[in-house]
DNA sequence: CCTTCCGGATGACATCTGTCATATCGCCGG
DNA sequence: CCGGCGATATGACAGATGTCATCCGGAAGG
């Protein structure tokens, strides 16, 4: 019998998971939590096998929580095939990443895979993160924009990372032309959708 | 016996939740559509009784889906609790709004109600769509406010609206002001929480 | 009928943003 | 050791953005 987890922060596809799940004969969802802090205590209480974890999720999102946990059997299901995602996963030890839109037989196949030691990739996702290529903006650049995805304005970006308006201008430029776009807001589209901020 | 039309883009979440919807003595899923624009015909061929509308969809997405099929019985089951949603889906005639953070219960309840000519709204939705009051941009703010969404720039979004630079600006203005917004960006970000935009 | 009000529209002005040329520093390969 | 490279840092400048005072026209109310 395999022990999993279920880490989601909609009830009703957690339940409605688990269920599926439950049909298998050789999977047991043994604790199911709405949110990633309280992921780990649940981890204690109940001693998994596998983790099942959504990537979007309140209290601490699940791509922090796999990287807070090395060595555990665990797989990634989200909404979004973000690239960044998956090297996120991949790099924290990640097994298995799997597309909220495949069926649960997918699902399942890729718990058994990753159980077993092995590793579960959804095709059309880790051809997506090959094609899209690696996150080519530097930390700076990378905080500046994520600062300028609150709304933040120049002066307040350079406040927070001790930096001048000039500098900080800098990297949004960089950034804004590493990412093809035109501007902070298109930069901050591109590098969301990718996963990267 | 309540015929069920289940509309959603992730077929895991579809898959699950048409199984939990299956246990219920009285539903019965009797197709499932990934796309809105494959409701209406869905619709046509199995007469449903009642439709249960993601909001996020590709094709077209379960607003529009409700709006073009007015008289019909509809619920909206949506991840994202914006006021704008719940304010769209009533207009359109829908009279079940449940989110996906609810029970299976809750969401078989919705359908029984809704099929039976009454109206279920999650409370704390309702709630926060009446703290949150009324859309308080005029069309043209709104026009100018989803374009830059877009990365639209002043002279673009102009150009699209058939406007001069400068009363592009302005509306951006009266909509950064009204959001209470300081820019732009923060000012996109409010819309589209609110679900305005 | 006249007034008031509000959304829509405009351009001038101050401020903010994005680009560029340039400088420094640490690291790697020759 | 030295040159080259890339990340970090800076300020000047041009162009884009946000604010303001103002005007126009139609709807609501006296």
Do not use: C
């Amino acid at each position: 019998m395999i022990r999993v987890l279920l880490a989601d922060d909609e009830r009703l596809i957690r339940q409605a998971i688990a269920m599926l799940l439950g049909l298998e004969a050789d999977i047991e969802v043994v604790a199911q939590v709405g949110r990633g802090d309280l992921v780990a205590p649940a981890v204690r209480e109940h001693e998994p096998d596998v983790l099942v974890l959504d990537v979007e999720m309140p209290g601490m999102d699940g791509l922090s929580v796999a990287e807070s946990m090395p060595g555990r059997a665990m797989l990634i299901l989200t909404s979004f095939g973000r690239p960044g995602y998956l090297r996120r996963a991949l790099a924290a030890g990640v097994r298995g990443f799997v597309p909220k839109d495949a069926s649960a037989e997918e699902l399942a196949r890729a718990i058994r895979k990753v159980h077993a030691g092995g590793r579960y990739l959804d095709p059309e996702m880790a051809a997506a993160a090959m094609t899209a290529g690696d996150n080519p903006l530097t930390e700076r650049e990378r905080d500046a924009l994520a600062l300028a995805a609150k709304g933040a304005s120049v002066a307040q970006i350079a406040a927070s990372l001790h930096l001048t308006e000039g500098t900080v201008r800098n990297y949004l430029s960089n950034a804004i032309s590493k990412l093809g776009a035109g501007n902070r807001i298109t930069a901050i589209r591109a590098a969301q959708d990718m996963g990267w901020i």
